[in-house]
């Protein structure tokens, strides 16, 4: 019998298919408190649907998958639990009942979050939003920037509305296989939004819980820069399973990256990884000949520091500003050297997602306390 392991493991699970959304149980999030060791695997096989046609074949299914890859005489312990609540519902704050927020039918959500402003949050929220899609995942991506919202822009939208269906729920917009909702769409582009905290973060709560995303593997929220009221708003009030860091390499940012490393740290909120913007610049005709104009591997070496993951370095390319401009991220062309940049991002993303999703306990109840 092959020796098992974590990654084989899930690689194995993958090969389990939900037949009415084509999607395999990892991705689903179908795959809580997996374990293994040399001869045994033991998971529990969570859904929030205990009568979904495929519940009584899954367990089946997955046991079959692992036994092609480690052989039949692997031992597999399958725990089924249809009660165990899904990320959003059931919440609770300081004791009382939360209010409805993005969590049914959403497997993860992913706040992109940075130290100070100006490194590129919300570019590399963009293009890892649309990587993600091309992935074959359903994504939604929320701006909850509420004094410079920049998705629009990005995305080409300035002048559009969302519409509320007739439960007086949003509708996001949607391109480039994303569905967006930003508050930019709500406000007037031509004026400046002048409200105090408080404003801003029951704006947020009731922003996000009356948006209607229907059922998405991932929602990425681009936070806005700093540690401040409405990122602990969101943080303390979203199930969130992760978050990316953005920074550039010089030391300003480096130092403010650490902050935003050690709030999510301070709430529990696990960190996914630090993405190196504008980590270096190479002229099309010197390919190969790499310039670090804001310094060297900064973002790498305080990702080993603080012992989280380096999900890699983005170049300073012009093609990325003019695209965002134009409202198409770099990705949409997947051939160009950034676009396979944020690609390779978006996939080693999405296994970190899935591997956490399956390592996590199943949960009967969240309770989320102000810090």
Known sequence: MASVTLSGALDALRTVVEPSSGKHLVR????????VSEEHVRFTLWMDDPLHPFAGKAADACREALARAFGQDLRVDVDQDGD??????????????????????????????????GVGKSTVASNLAV???QQGLDVG???????GPSIPTMFGLETAKPRVNAQRRIIPLEKYGVKLLSMGFLVDPEKAVIWR??????????????????????????????????????????PLAG?????????????????????????????????ENMAYFEPEELPGKRYYLFGQGGAKALAGELDV???????????????????????????????????????????????RSALRPPTRKIDILHG
């Open 243 to 275: 978050a990316v860091i953005v920074s550039t390499p010089q030391r300003v940012a480096l130092s403010d990256a650490r902050k935003g490393v050690a709030m999510f740290d301070q709430v529990g909120v696990p960190v996914l990884g630090i993405v």
């Open 84 to 117: 165990m609540i899904d990320l959003g519902a059931d919440l609770s704050i300081d004791g009382q009942e939360a209010a409805a927020t993005p969590g049914a039918g959403i497997t993860s959500i992913i706040a992109v979050a940075s130290g100070k402003g």
């Open 309 to 355: 993951p380096f999900l890699g370095e983005v170049p300073l390319v012009q093609a990325i500003r003019e695209n965002a401009d134009q409202g198409t991220p770099v990705v949409t062309d997947r051939q160009s050297a950034a676009g396979k940049v944020f690609s390779e991002l978006a996939a080693d993303l999405t296994r970190r997602i899935e591997e």
């Open 28 to 35: 689903l999030g179908w795959i809580r408190g997996l374990t």
């Open 197 to 238: 905290g408080p404003m801003v973060t029951s704006a947020v709560r009731q922003f996000l819980s009356d948006t209607e995303w229907g059922n998405l593997d991932v929602l990425v929220m681009d936070l806005p820069p700093g540690t401040g009221d409405i990122q602990l708003t969101i943080v303390q009030t979203i």
């Open 131 to 133: 990587a993600l899609a």
């Open 141 to 147: 991506l929320v701006d909850v920037d509420i004094y």
